[in-house]
């Protein structure tokens, strides 16, 4: 089993910055890729960015350029640094896991980020 929780979320105006983590803890070795998603009300959850152990990444269109995803393999954590935030960034971020061989995907319960106009 592996556990995520994830923290750093809150209130922000349009423009500033905020730093989500997340700390696995559990079976850890089986973990590759790790990641955040988001999910805005009424919408479906969408990718933010990925990353994995060798620290390849991944980012969702609309984030590019603004957000950066790092990993500490040493603390077993995932940070979300995001720069010049928009009220449409607006959402509950996940933070997610995935094992090696199955593929299967843990989540954390989320945090909410709230952009202000």
């Known amino acids: 089993q592996v556990q995520l929780v994830e923290s750093g979320g809150g209130l922000v105006q349009a423009g500033g910055s905020l730093r989500l983590s997340c700390v696995v803890s559990?079976?850890?070795?089986?973990?590759?890729?790790m990641g955040w998603y988001r999910q805005a009300p009424g919408k479906q959850r969408e990718l933010v960015a990925t990353?994995?152990?060798?620290?390849?990444?991944n980012y969702g269109d609309s984030v590019k350029g603004r957000f950066t995803i790092s990993r500490d393999n040493a603390k077993n954590t995932v940070y979300l640094q995001m720069n010049s935030l928009k009220p449409e960034d607006t959402a509950v971020y996940y933070c997610?896991?995935?094992?090696?061989?199955?593929?299967?995907?843990?989540w954390g319960q989320g945090t909410q980020v709230t952009v202000s106009s």
């Open positions: 990353i994995t152990k060798g620290g390849s990444t």
């Open positions: 997610n896991a995935q094992q090696v061989v199955t593929f299967y995907n843990y």
């Open positions: 559990g079976s850890i070795f089986s973990i590759n890729a």
